[in-house]
């Protein structure tokens, strides 16, 4: 018995990555999308973007950073689709840019693409991608104060960005009526010392699972005014985006429901990838109180006469 | 499958005990990816067909060290390195650097009609660059620490604007009255915020219970890190001790949050292996 606690504290790392391979591989063909509770700051997010002058008439952007590379996509991409889903739904005007990291160029302005393909958006008019641009101080205060001068030609056809219909009217950061940078960096830092602290802009956050806990007190002090916590904020706001949809659906607006599995490299939703998420949290758990109860019965064994007096 | 094996006993020792021909086969490797990346740009149809095919090849060489260390591993580490380093470098270079430093820089004939040109003068842009490298020659090292010197200066006085735009706002909010004569969330989404902050009244004071916890959580955790008293008094330690619980009850929150994100990018990866897989099924069943 002994050694069975023993062992019970040693289990060899492989097992757990076998066992949580066989959660993760059969959730993912038997899950199903979750209803999650929406946490206030998905909500406050979402209600920043609804209130976000952002049409035609308003000769204002939406500005979306892209500030992540291929190994973050299952999070940042989720993020951005159920983002870029809700802007085009409402018909709100967006800018991309892709701030210190060159791949959220591309990958943003894929995903906006695709999207724009399936809700009719078109680009030049509804959306515009600013391409890559290094994630400097220098370029930072310049950016602010002149867009067209420091975005001179559009990320996608290279063509002068003055000469596109969305640009009318966008001169400064004045111009931008909410910042949502979407990242696996530390560039919110620089957006809200060099643009939100400054000029008093909109900003809202999404990132990575990792760095939800750090962005908490700038969401106390009103620095952000939202925040996707990682793959749960993006499964949060796609349920949102997915009623805002029906309603869309029911009221003829749109004729047929997203497809998720139109986009490459990201077939899955946030919401039923969110379900495999939650077993493999099961299983975590269940080998951290596994391990505990091994590490407690076999300390009582040890120790029986301290273990009982304690008692 | 055994428990955990044992440590090396010298640092490097399995690297040099590994066959002879693992360089030979990577290097081969790597000049098919080579060749393979090469056929890819000249053929879309090869594209479409190669580009998962690499991708399952890559994802299940990066796994396969969750196993065991092994070359195959190292070797696809070395790669992904290199190719995100090279990616960043030519996209700067194409996206950024020439069109804004290099063919503005250049005579009339290299730019395009329109674009800026001939200004010569953005050379010494290189040249203050290239004085970074003159650390390698010790008499003329005075130049880089020249340069090291002004980015310093430079950094310091916006960290301090810095400063004052990411932490100033926070101190303001930090000051939370717990009970109040007057609703604090007046002119907002009132009832909303109530509900979330579960704000109380009773009759003309407002009672708020969050204010207080971050009230106590803030003192103590403040009290921890107040090193000019001794902490032997009670007054001071206990509030020092839960403190330390406090912080602790942080980092388990940032570890959990990690384990989130971590897992994610695993079941990302899990999830393109499926639809992959699945992609193949299809086409060969049709």
Known sequence: MHEFFRKLQHIDRRWIYLVLLIGLVTTLYVGWPVKPEVIPYVQNLYDAVEAAPAAEKDQQLILVGCTFSASTMPENGNQLRALLRHLMLRGKRFAIIAIAEPQGAQFGADIAGTLAEEYGYEYGKDWISFGYKPGTLAFFTAFVNNIPGNVPKDGLRGEPITGYEIMDGIRTIRDISLVIEDTSTASILSWITFVQGKYRIKLGYTCTGVMVAEAIPFLDSGQLVGMLPGMKGAADYEKLVDELEAQALRGGEKKTPYDPSTMPLMKNSARRLMFTQGVAHIIIIAFIVLGNVGYFLSRRRRHPAKEASHD | ?286
Not at chain 2, 111 to 117: F, Y
Not at chain 2, 139 to 151: Q, T, Y
């Open chain 2, 1 to 286: 499958m055994t428990e955990q094996e044992p440590r090396d006993p010298v640092p490097g020792a399995a690297l040099e005990n590994e066959a002879r021909f693992w360089p030979v086969i990577l290097l081969g490797a790597m000049a098919l990816l080579i060749g393979i990346g090469i056929l890819m740009h000249y053929n879309e149809g090869a594209k479409a067909q190669w580009v998962p095919l690499l991708g399952v090849l890559m994802t299940l060489g990066i796994f396969s060290v969750l196993y065991k260390e092994n070359p195959v591993f190292r070797f696809l580490e070395h790669i992904l390195v290199g190719l995100a380093t090279g990616f960043g470098v030519l996209f700067i270079w194409f996206n950024y650097l020439e069109p804004n430093w290099y063919l503005a820089m250049m005579p009339n004939a290299a730019a395009q009609a329109g674009e800026p040109h001939g200004q010569w003068w953005l050379i010494f842009a290189l040249l203050l660059a290239l004085m970074f490298y003159t650390v390698y020659f010790p008499k003329l090292s005075w130049m880089n620490r020249f340069l090291i010197g002004v980015m310093m200066g430079w950094s310091a006085g916006f960290a301090f604007q810095g400063f004052v735009s990411v932490v100033a706002p926070q101190l303001r909010t930090s000051f939370k009255p717990p009970v109040t004569g007057y609703d604090l969330m007046q002119g907002q989404a009132a009832e909303h915020i109530h509900q979330q902050m579960n704000n109380i009244q009773i009759g003309p004071v407002w009672f708020h219970p969050f204010a207080l916890i971050f009230i106590v959580v803030l003192l103590c955790t403040m009290a921890y890190f107040f090193f000019s008293v001794e902490h032997r008094t009670k007054w001071i330690r206990q509030p020092a001790n839960a403190g330390r619980y406090f912080i602790m009850i942080a980092l388990g929150a940032i570890f959990g949050t990690t384990v989130m994100g971590r897992i994610t990018l695993l079941i990302g990866r899990l999830d393109f292996l499926k639809n992959t897989f699945a992609d193949w099924w299809q086409a060969l069943v049709k």
